[in-house]
């Protein structure tokens, strides 16, 4: 049964669907079978997967509005190669158009339920706001990935989602934990990143994952070629990165099960 990953967080620009594109790519290169869906209208990982926006014939529109079936909805040719549900401006339309809707919350949760099995990871990719998509990304997700940047004033924003996240949990999806929490754009020379660093795992402790995402030009130049940054430039240190976050989450999870069993 696959697991279901939200890649949140409210403030916009942190890092969210750089994560959601490179850990995908980053889990198929490692054999997985990935689904990511892009919920978010600007459809940022639809084109860094190569996928053009405003081109392809169906959207996370058709999967939470019309109800059509995953496998019709989704593309299976990215340059990441997973499968795609991909976004575009008509998810706008589908935010405003599930409040109409019946049991509107657990929309991408039935979605999923049907397809969870064919996948060994699902990973979401959320609008940095917290609507009714992100609310459907919630009800739908195992746990949640939170990427952030360590800031002044980080460790505040973050408590406050962690707040919204449990407070939204308790209403729409009790089992709802949290994945991890994931440093980007780090730059180790940086005093203020390593001191918001010690803080974040004095709080947070083991969620907080050993590996980090470096600040590196190559993830940002990756998008405009459609491609996640292992294609690209797969020696660059973003790329090495994201590839060591797709180990300890495996290695997390494998750990887990074990546990589990014993
Ligand atoms: N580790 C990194 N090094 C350099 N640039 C990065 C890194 N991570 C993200 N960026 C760049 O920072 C910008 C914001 O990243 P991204 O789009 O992933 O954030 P987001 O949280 O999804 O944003 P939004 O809230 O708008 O959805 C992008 O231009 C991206 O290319
Ligand atoms: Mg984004």
Do not use: W
Not at 171 to 187: A, F, H
Request: hydrophobic residues 40%; charged residues 25%; positive net charge.
């Amino acid at each position: 049964m696959g697991k279901i990953i939200a890649i949140a967080n409210q403030k916009g620009g942190v890092g969210k669907t750089t994560t959601a594109v490179n850990l995908a790519a980053s889990m198929a290169a490692t054999k997985r079978k990935v689904l990511l869906i892009d919920l978010d209208p600007q459809g940022n990982a639809t084109m860094g997967s190569g996928v053009d926006k405003y081109e392809v014939p169906a959207t996370a529109y058709e999967l939470l509005i019309e109800e059509q079936a995953l496998d019709k909805v989704a593309v299976k040719d990215t340059s990441g190669k997973y499968d795609l549900v991909a976004a575009n401006s008509d998810v706008t339309a589908a935010e405003i158009k599930l409040m109409e809707c019946f049991a509107r919350e657990l929309r991408l949760r039935n979605a999923l339920e049907k397809v969870r099995a064919n996948y060994d990871y699902i990973i979401i990719d959320c609008p940095p706001s917290l609507n009714m998509l992100t609310v459907n990304a919630m009800a739908a997700a195992d746990s949640v990935l939170v990427p952030m940047q360590c800031e002044y004033y980080a460790l505040e924003g973050l408590t406050a989602l962690m707040d919204t996240i449990n407070k939204l949990a308790s209403v729409v999806n009790p089992k709802l934990s949290i994945e991890g929490i994931l440093r980007t754009m780090y730059d180790p020379r940086n005093r203020l990143a390593n001191d918001v660093s010690e803080q974040l795992k004095t709080h947070f402790g083991d969620k907080v994952y050993r590996t980090v995402i470096p600040r590196n030009v190559r993830l940002a130049e990756a998008p405009s070629f459609g491609t996640p940054v292992m294609y690209y430039d797969k020696s660059s240190t973003g790329a090495k990165a994201y590839l060591a976050l797709a180990g300890e989450m495996i290695r997390r999870s494998e750990k887990q099960k074990s546990k589990q069993v014993a």
